[in-house]
């Protein structure tokens, strides 16, 4: 089975040639030692000889990328889409280097082989074998240009799946797009939190502790997480306590759907163990619990910083962001970690949130007003810098001693090295009044995931925590 996907590329045919051809990801000498080489078909590799798996359609594979560029500009249409990047995966073990290749190859000719030039390569550097095709959008004797539009992927599709049924490999029943952002399918691959692998991570470590639904939703709620399934539904949905919309959690993978999830839930009824770690996890409130573990001198700091939470502003707004995020201790070296999955996934941008509380507390940015006022400074002095550079320049075109060039051109690479510190501190500047009202949500996300953890808290005084949410103006002050 091949699933597919085809994207346009709007800056350089080379460097998507270079990739698909890169020799660390289309060698596989490692793991098979004879590979079809495609411009022989009836040959084989020999044990020792190293080869790669790339064919040129209309083109040769090692000036692909010349080729497609010569033909743009014989037909005058160099610009725009560049180039198409498609691939075509398999599943582990469902095919061999050489069937992988053939298959792709076969596909490339059929789809675009007698019109456009293709260049296609074979890779197993993800573990599974996969074609990658690179398409010269424009037609080799007509010049006309092939548009992005969604028929382009839907042709490649179909004519994958035919080709595979003439191979014997089965098909995708239901083809569905990948709804997933590339920017959290990446971050997921990196093993970044995000919001999907954090729910992923509260279902398994609440099933360890639960053995039905009831007691699944009081675990998830504990985590930030509102859970919802009963007999009458079709599908479990979850969603973060902040969010508005739930998700089905078929969605987080095979494992998270209904069924799946009853199983496991049924297999924990049959472990005691399960629903002693159920109770000491869960912990609810009793006078005799509060009188037997009195709160400590720690627990009343926490409280303290918790409940001022709501209605911080200026530099301890930021701070208090910096504590809630891990970043700085709340007493000397007191760190806390963050409970709600809202701040767990804002963690990904540790990096531009620690550049905006330096920047605060270097400049002293208190109000918008202060931090305007940083604005309009940073653009007098960038103008006055670029008028320097500008002069430097004026003053290298016309100088004729060797020495006096060097050190014009010194003065000038300082002037723009300094340009480009202003740029970032105020893109910093601009990155903090956005992210202002979103760090404001973060610290009532917290605030709302201490409150439903708080053991000495009754469930009155949780509900009259929670009601107690900042103003629309208290979101916009810094």
Known sequence: ???????????????????????????LSDLEQVLLYAADKGKTLDEGEQQYAVTGIGCRAESAAREMAAVQRRFGKAGGNVAYHAYQSFKTGEVTAEECHRIGVETARRLWGNDRQVLVATHFNTGTYHNHFVVNPVNMWTGKKLEAKYEVYYKLRDMSDRICKEHGLPVVK????????????????????TRYNLMRRALDEALTISSSWTELSAVLRKKGYVFVCDPYRRYATIRSLSAKKYMRTFRLGAEYDKEALQDRLLENQRDIRVTRRYFEFMRPYTREYARKNPPTEEYYRQRDFYLHLPRVTGLSFFRCVAIVLGVAPL??????QPLSAECREACRKLDRFTAEITLVCREHLDTPEDVQRFLARMDKEMDAITAARSKIRNKQRGCADPAERVELKKSCAACTAELSRLRKQKQTAYNMIEDNPKLKDLLVCELDAWVENDP?????????????????EDKTII
């Open 1 to 27: 089975m091949a699933v597919t996907k085809i994207w346009a590329i709007h800056d350089s045919v080379s460097r998507v040639v270079d990739y698909c051809t890169n020799p660390s990801k289309t060698k």
């Open 174 to 193: 239901n083809p569905q797009r990948h709804k997933t952002a590339r920017s959290v399918y990446f971050a997921e691959k990196d093993g970044e939190p």
């Open 331 to 336: 007493y000397e070296k007191e760190y806390r």
């Open 456 to 472: 000495y808290l009754s469930p009155r005084e949780k509900q009259v925590l929670r009601n107690q949410q900042p103003s629309q």
